[in-house]
């Protein structure tokens, strides 16, 4: 059996740096490692509208932005397969299956979709779609027999609900399903970076994010107006950079060559962070190191957006594609799957 990769995003939004440093920086070196058979990014837009059936639009309209996004990072077309979901039918009747396998309390409990509902303000009026995104999630990495799932923090309980209904599945209908393992970050920065404001996961129904493709003067405004440790009023103040962001972000970001070219009286961050934490230290001056860090990295991911904006009926093309050799795929799966089930009444015909 091969090493397949599945994961993906949701066009709510453009993406931005806790995206990069928890999946997609990852998921980049991965397709350049040579080492997965097959590698299929998905645009979960089927899972974006169940917390946002009344905006189609935003949605749809995201689509390109999560496109140009991958493009700009590195992800490659030649060498992974980026797919549109809703445009998979086959995903949607295998999810209508799996949700025979979970219970409701159990959709009720897991702890990602709890966070999300109390973000959103639910409160009683829940769409049954997003309880039960993450079954449909399992519908996404089971139709690839994914092996590895790069993702961040938050993914977690999914990965082990899908494993759940793939052990369910194949104990009841014979060995079918491929059991997928999460892969996380190695780096815990990268697990759950915080947004802008502190809050504990930068995300783009937050509005606290510094997206990839921000503009310098954007990513610098937003740099200095970050929280740091409440605590440290004045330069001569001891500080903590633990709960602090802007050293998180160092922490997920920065490299020894960084210091070397932008703040060479510091050896590393462990240097830095010391002399923070001693007192003596200003913010401004770590702000200011951490957007020359940042602005750095994102530069040539702007650079390479800007150039695919400019082509975006390739980047269609390229969606069109990937979503025909997807859609492969998972027919296959979903054939195999109704056969576990003896529901492939015609083929007794024969
Ligand atoms: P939404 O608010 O619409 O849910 P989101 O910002 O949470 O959007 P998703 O599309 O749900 O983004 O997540 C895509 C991937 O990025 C997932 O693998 C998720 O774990 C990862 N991810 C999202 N936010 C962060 C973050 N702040 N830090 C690390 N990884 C993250
Ligand atoms: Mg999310």
Known sequence: MGKIILTGDRPTGKLHVGHYVGSLRERVRL???GDFDKI??????A???TDNAEHP?????NIIEVALDYLACG?????????IQSMISELTELTFYYMNLVTVSRAQRNPTVKTEIKMRNFEANIPVGFLTYPISQAADITAFKATTVPVGEDQKPML???REIVH????????????PEILLPKNSACLRLPGIDGKAKMSKSLGNCIYLSDEPDVVKKKIMSMFTDPNHLRVEDPGETDNNPVFIYLDAFCRDEHFEEFLPEYKNLDELKAHYQRGGLGDVKVKKFLNNVLQSELEPIRNRRKDWEKRTSDVYEFLKQGTSVA???????LYEVRDALKINYFDYLK
Do not use: H, W
């Open 57 to 61: 639009e935003k949605v749809r309209e």
């Open 327 to 333: 859609k492969e795929v998972a027919a296959q799966t």
């Open 168 to 179: 369910k599945f194949n104990s009841l209908y014979g060995e079918t399903l491929v059991e």
């Open 160 to 162: 082990e609900q899908c």
């Open 47 to 49: 899972q974006a509208l």
């Open 75 to 83: 992800l490659d077309p030649e060498k992974s397969t980026i797919f």
């Open 40 to 45: 299929f990014i998905m645009i979960a837009d």
């Open 31 to 33: 397709q350049n490692t």
